[in-house]
């Protein structure tokens, strides 16, 4: 009788470290879900904001009111994804905080990129209020990204398709309508283009030392190196639709490589 209750409970001990791993796994898988969608908005915020410089500098022939309001669309809807997942990994004050900026920032897109290209400028003021919007988009969405389960590579990958994105939405608004406003401190958001560029190449190069294969960077590797030079000394010579056009291809490869890594 003992020998059988002593196997039971190995069975049912067993059992317990099965489902609990099998939990665990579970859950990593739904970080991974949740953090690709943060990224991909967060990337958006970006995407979406050099387009909109765009369509403003080339007077709409690069880039149209409605391809900005397809990117915003698509956008909101990457939005609604993060807050109506059920059990979502994401906390309730993170989830009711995006839900407080995101009105302001799609009005303020929308309404930009419906102005008479030819007969209305941008309000006086609207560098330094879309900037503060930008970096509070920023500040909350790599908090939600930072605090989910990856690996350190994921994590790399998806931040560098943000930050890449990001300086192109810089450069192009230096090109187009005047500087980001941006403020004498620490952190990327504030950090000099040619700072930026020089964090790029570092980045690669800590990919290519932990693991990750030139073959899989070469996408990646070969079209910054094309780009690369624009931030070097990015007041003069600007070429906008360049970084525009490259770093919307970068990002899509550095977003595919991060997925590849879940397996």
Known sequence: MGVVVKGLTRLFTGRLLLCACLCVATSAKADI??????????????????????????LGLAVDQQAVQAELLQATRLLEQIVSVENSVISDEQRDALLALWPAFEHKVADAAALDLHEQDFEWDFNLTFTEQLRELDTLLESIATSLSSTTEQQLLYQQAVRIQYMAARYTARAYIGALHTLDQDGYFDRD??????????????LSQSGVSSEQLKPVSHRWRYIRGRYQDYQVNLAPMVVAKQTRTIVDNLLVLARSLSG
């Open 33 to 58: 879900a949740v953090l690709d969608t943060v990224r991909q908005l967060h990337m958006q915020v970006f995407r979406i904001s050099c387009d909109l410089f765009v369509q403003r500098g080339e």
């Open 193 to 206: 283009l040619n700072l930026l560029a020089d964090d790029m190449d570092q980045v690669l190069m800590q």
